[in-house]
């Protein structure tokens, strides 16, 4: 089945206790990136990959790292969260800039605190 | 930057009525999509519709590129249905470009 995943699908942390979510598709695409959603505030871009080894920054990129060393592979790293990073995440991918749409991961739903 | 608006914000109906929902966007696009946010959290797709009608089930989306709109129809509604839809679009030429997401319909079905 063709499928962004995520992992994992819940998280409580402490500040500063650095943390990896994992994502990983399985279609071959060639773009991913990542969203949180806030409350009143909807969906924002943190990161996105066009390609492996190729990052570029979102709207929101502050307090995260992503890397793309593999072309399925897609994790984001925060290095010290701090409870303003608490939110629901979503990884996302498609086959190149959007065309044919995009598919999301089933999400995490981080508390820092 | 490109604008989306979704009506309407709140929708409340009957199992079994039928509804519509709208998405206007404020320029070109190369992308549109409808989502469904379930009450746990998940961004499940409809339709990829950046121009044209498709059909599922009972839902079905269309999208008038050129007039800068897509309607989204929930036809005989099931209590299933609740939740968020999110129409989201990507700015036409913009390379890495954000989906922009609208803010929302939430969708209560009552049995």
């Known amino acids: 089945e063709a499928q962004v995943t995520q992992n994992p699908r819940y998280l409580i942390t402490v500040t500063g206790k650095k943390l990896t979510v994992t994502c990983s598709q399985n279609?071959?695409?060639?773009?991913m990136s990542w969203y949180r959603q806030d409350p009143g505030l909807g969906l924002r871009q943190i990161y996105y990959?066009?390609?492996?080894?190729?990052?570029d920054k979102g709207d929101v990129p502050e307090g995260y790292k992503v890397s793309r060393k593999e072309k399925r592979n897609f994790p984001l790293i925060l290095e010290s969260p701090s409870p303003n990073q608490t939110s629901l995440y979503f990884c996302?991918?498609?086959?190149?800039?959007?065309?044919?749409?995009?598919?999301f991961g089933s999400g995490t739903r981080l508390t820092v605190v | 930057g490109i604008q989306v608006e979704q009506s309407p914000p709140d929708l409340i109906l009957q199992e079994g009525a039928n509804s519509t929902l709208r998405c206007n966007f404020s320029?070109?696009?190369?992308?549109l999509q409808w989502f469904h946010q379930n009450p746990w959290g998940q961004l499940i797709n409809l339709f990829y519709?950046?121009?044209g009608t498709k059909q599922n089930g009972r839902l079905s989306a269309t999208t008038v590129a050129t007039e800068r709109y897509s309607l989204l129809y929930i036809s005989s509604s099931q209590t299933t249905d609740s939740g968020v839809y999110f129409c989201?679009?990507?700015?036409?030429?913009?390379?890495?470009?954000?989906?922009?997401f609208g803010k929302g319909t939430t969708l209560s079905v009552s049995s």
């Open positions: 996302a991918s498609s086959l190149s800039r959007g065309i044919g749409g995009y598919t």
């Open positions: 279609m071959n695409h060639e773009y």
């Open positions: 990959s066009m390609n492996v080894e190729v990052t």
């Open positions: 320029d070109s696009v190369n992308n």
């Open positions: 519709i950046p121009s």
């Open positions: 989201a679009v990507g700015e036409k030429n913009q390379a890495g470009t954000a989906l922009i």
